[in-house]
T-cell receptor, first 112, second 117 residues
C-alpha cells in the first residue's frame, strides 16, 4: 500500500532563507505526486504535481520539487522564503484507484 | 476555474443534533470526497463518491453518512453530533481517472469549521 511521510511537523526558517520541506513516499506503481498548501482557515490549493516527464517540477509562488525515484522522495524547495509563505504544506501520492494518500503535513514558520 | 463551495464556513451545533454539510462543485467531476482535518493528524478520508448515488467508506466513516443525489452535490451528514466530531471538514472533487486532460488532482472547498458543544 502507498504511504507518505513528511519529515518534521514544523519547520522554521528566516525570511530570505532556503525553504526545504521533505516528503518520502512508498508506492508499488509509478507514482503521481502532489504538493498542496493550506493558508490559515482555508482549503487546500495545489502547488505543483509530478505525473510523468521532467523530474524537476515548478509550481506557483516560486516553489519547485524534484522527483527522485532512487530515493523515493519528492522534496519541496524555494530559494528565498517570504513571510507570505507561512502555511501548512501537504504532500500526497496517488494510489491505483486515483485517490490521494496524504502526508501528515508540515507547518512552515517564517521568522522575520 | 474550478469552484468547490461549502455551505458554511463556521457552524456551531449542540450534542445530539443532526448536522448537514453541503458541498457543490461546478467542474462536472465524477469523484467527490469528504475529509476531516485535525491538528497533527493531517487529512483523513471519511467517505467518497465516484458517481451519483454511489458511495464508499473511507478511513473514518463511523458516525457519518453521505448522500449524492446529483453529480455536482455531495452532502455529509452527522446523524447525532458528538463533541469528538468538532473539527475542520473539507470537501474535494476530481475527475475519476484524470479526465480528458489527465488531471488527477483534487480541488478543495474552503472548509467548514464545525464546533459541537
Amino acid at each position: 500500500a502507498q504511504s507518505v511521510t513528511q519529515l518534521g511537523s514544523h519547520v522554521s526558517v528566516s525570511e530570505g532563507a532556503l525553504v526545504l520541506l521533505r516528503c518520502n513516499y512508498s508506492s508499488s506503481v509509478p507514482p503521481y505526486l502532489f504538493w498542496y498548501v493550506q493558508y490559515p482557515n482555508q482549503g487546500l490549493q495545489l502547488l505543483l504535481k509530478y505525473t510523468t516527464g521532467a523530474t524537476l517540477v515548478k509550481g506557483i509562488n516560486g516553489f519547485e520539487a524534484e522527483f527522485k525515484k532512487s530515493e523515493t522522495s519528492f522534496h519541496l524547495t524555494k530559494p528565498s522564503a517570504h513571510m507570505s509563505d507561512a502555511a501548512e504544506y501537504f504532500c500526497a501520492v496517488m494510489d491505483s484507484n486515483y485517490q490521494l494518500i496524504w502526508g501528515a503535513g508540515t507547518k512552515l514558520i517564517i521568522k522575520p | 476555474d474550478v469552484k468547490v463551495t461549502q455551505s458554511s464556513r463556521y457552524l456551531v451545533k449542540r450534542t445530539g443534533e443532526k448536522v448537514f454539510l453541503e458541498c457543490v462543485q461546478d467542474m462536472d467531476h465524477e469523484n467527490m470526497f469528504w475529509y476531516r482535518q485535525d491538528p497533527g493528524l493531517g487529512l483523513r478520508l471519511i467517505y467518497f463518491s465516484y458517481d451519483v448515488k454511489m458511495k464508499e467508506k473511507g478511513d473514518i466513516p463511523e458516525g457519518y453518512s453521505v448522500s449524492r443525489e446529483k453529480k455536482e452535490r455531495f452532502s455529509l451528514i452527522l446523524e447525532s453530533a458528538s463533541t469528538n466530531q468538532t473539527s475542520m471538514y473539507l470537501c474535494a472533487s476530481s475527475f475519476r481517472s484524470g479526465g480528458r486532460s489527465l488531471s488527477y488532482e483534487q480541488y478543495f472547498g474552503p472548509g467548514t469549521r464545525l464546533t459541537v458543544t
